[in-house]
């Protein structure tokens, strides 16, 4: 069978790396692609890279526009996609990039986001520890997926397995992320100009004010095995610091959290082995090795790289990702696999592009 496809924010970075891996999805036919202010010009004045797609127009984005395909892909700014998603009811498959269907909790959103709070949806993450399975187990026969934030999904990933095997202390997290300024998409804003990104390293939401903490928060404490709805997030307390580096693409997060009393190193390294053992597209790099992100650039890849220090008492996990390829395009596809019982690799490449 083929799903037919419609893709909103067509024009912007998250559904421009959607497009590029679907249309290297045998089971996938583009049929339509959406936009904003850019809508009636040809989708390659704005994607030149994807030129199997140049017979494309981007269109407007509205309700009757996205119906009637198989899947929509929406890759809208957050606060947008609740309007759609309620009129695309018939729609079999949805899968939202944006924040709007990712938190449980309408108070974390209206803190850290603030308008209307949507219903959250099947998180869009699945080598993720849940409460002592992984989070792909729901992501079969999903209808909704929200696909992850891409620093959340980075360090969520860096510390699921610790806090599911209770050998860490998830009420110290820190983490500093290093990310590329295409993570914060592609509207003109005078921070992420050239000028002001080469030869710069700049940090932003520095102080427990960036959005993407609620999400971490959230899968951390699903995480956790004591009960099958995990632990409160107010339990999970992180300190969260992201700097914009000069790679168009990338995050490089170092996330370190107290050793919990009486775990070994070889309990510390088990529960990562464990994790992602059998994972394809999360692996754990071996002793002493570490990543980074020009390993990972295009790759639906997440690499690992775990420290135990003890004179700090610490573990410290590094953790390199495409933010626009696992980080979200990669996700979504991932995960619209699985709902769809399709083999869960279909389209996705394990390998980067470096240098
Ligand atoms: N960039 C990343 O690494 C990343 C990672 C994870 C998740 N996400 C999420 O993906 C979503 C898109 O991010 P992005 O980085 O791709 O942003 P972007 O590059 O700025 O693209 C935004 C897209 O949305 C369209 N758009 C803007 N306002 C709209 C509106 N009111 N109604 C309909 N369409 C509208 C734009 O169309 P025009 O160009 O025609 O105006 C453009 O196609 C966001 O929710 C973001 O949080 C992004």
Known sequence: MTYSVAVSGASGYAGGEILRLLAAHPDIEI?????????????IDHQPHLRSLAHLQLQDTTPDVLAGHDIVFLALPHGQSGQYTDALADTPLVIDAGADHRLT???????????????????GVPELPVAGA?????LVGASRIAAPGCNASTVSLSLAPGVAAGVIDPSDIVTVLAVGPSGAGKSLKPNLLAAEVLGSANPYAVGGTHRHIPEIRQALAQAAPANPAGIDPADIRISFTPVIVPMARGILATSTAPIAPGATDADIRSAWEDAYGDETFVQLLPEGHFPRTADVVGANTALLGLAIDRAANRVVVVAALDNLAKGTAGAAIQSM???????????????GVAP
């Open 31 to 43: 049929r339509t692609v959406t936009a904003h202010s850019n809508a009636g010009q040809p989708l």
């Open 105 to 123: 909790s309408a108070d974390a959103w209206e803190q850290f986001y603030g308008g209307d709070f949507h219903d959250p949806w099947a998180y």
């Open 134 to 138: 992984k989070q792909r187990e729901r």
């Open 337 to 351: 696999n699985i709902a769809l019982g399709l083999p869960e690799a279909t389209g996705l490449s394990v390998n």
